[in-house]
């Protein structure tokens, strides 16, 4: 079970931390990913970490803005979210998979968190 939080309103430039609780039974070989979607718009890959390893991936559009990470001890994944522009707006969702299959497509996730809203005002 993944349980996501920290969205909400911020002003364009500014920053959010968005948590995923990860609970039950879970391997420490998996791969944790977030998704965002936007009103009208597909899923789309926004960043992956490994839970081993911890080899990261990223999409272009928010390379050098969002940091992705895990904390082994708590079974939490993180995405600090800075520089955040107006086309960030978005429901953010945590995701998890097997280390099996590329990290950015969402059909390879077996587990999907709630969803978080991040708002970003101009």
């Known amino acids: 079970q993944l349980q996501a939080s920290g969205g909400g309103l911020v002003q364009a430039g500014g920053s959010l931390r968005l948590s995923c609780a990860a609970s039950?039974?879970?391997?420490?070989?998996?791969?944790m990913g977030w998704f965002r979607q936007a009103p009208g718009k597909e899923r789309e890959f926004v960043a992956a970490?490994?839970?081993?390893?911890?080899?990261?991936y990223y999409a272009d559009s928010v390379k050098g803005r969002f940091t992705i990470s895990r904390d082994n001890a708590k079974n939490t994944g993180y995405l600090q979210t800075n520089s955040l522009k107006p086309e960030d707006t978005a429901v953010y969702y945590c995701?998890?998979?097997?280390?099996?299959?590329?990290?950015?497509?969402?059909?390879?996730?077996?587990?999907w968190g709630q969803g978080t809203q991040v708002t970003v005002s101009s």
């Open positions: 995701a998890a998979k097997s280390p099996y299959g590329s990290n950015r497509y969402a059909a390879n996730y077996d587990y």
């Open positions: 039950g039974r879970t391997g420490s070989t998996y791969v």
């Open positions: 970490i490994a839970w081993r390893g911890g080899n990261t």
